[in-house]
Nanobody, 125 residues
Framework: QVQLVESGGGLVQPGGSLRVSCTAS????????IAWFRQALGKEREGVSY????????YYTESVKGRFTISRDNAKNTVYLQMNNLKPEDTAVYYC??????????????????WGQGTQVTVSS
């Protein structure tokens, strides 16, 4: 069955870096765009970044531009989110999700059909 599994979260100090991964199974990853969302405690789920099937087109929410980089390795069925210069406000559960339509609506969770279970990222000193 279709599965997305996130990994790589953890506790990091402000200014530090983490790379979270999203490994897909049960479908051909290179046929789908993938997005990363995050949800902080008490807040709505927020679109963070998006990558098209080939990796040529990417989107980032304004607050992470210049700090986060999304990439994919279709041969490894994995999408990555490299997060640098992390800030306390980046603390959240990070989820990856599959875009069935390829429309690129990275800020619309309802557009996505499969989600991972999430990985916690905590930025604190």
């Amino acid at each position: 069955q279709v599965q997305l599994v996130e990994s790589g979260g953890g506790l990091v100090q402000p200014g530090g870096s983490l790379r979270v991964s999203c490994t897909a199974s049960g479908f051909t990853l290179d046929s789908y765009a993938i997005a990363w969302f995050r949800q902080a405690l008490g807040k709505e789920r927020e679109g963070v970044s998006y990558i098209c099937t080939t990796g040529d087109i990417t989107y980032y929410t304004e607050s992470v531009k210049g700090r986060f980089t999304i990439s994919r390795d279709n041969a490894k069925n994995t999408v990555y989110l490299q997060m640098n210069n992390l800030k306390p406000e980046d603390t959240a559960v990070y989820y990856c999700a599959r875009d069935p339509s390829g429309n690129g609506y990275y800020d619309r969770p309802d557009e996505y059909d499969y989600w991972g279970q999430g990985t916690q990222v905590t930025v604190s000193s």
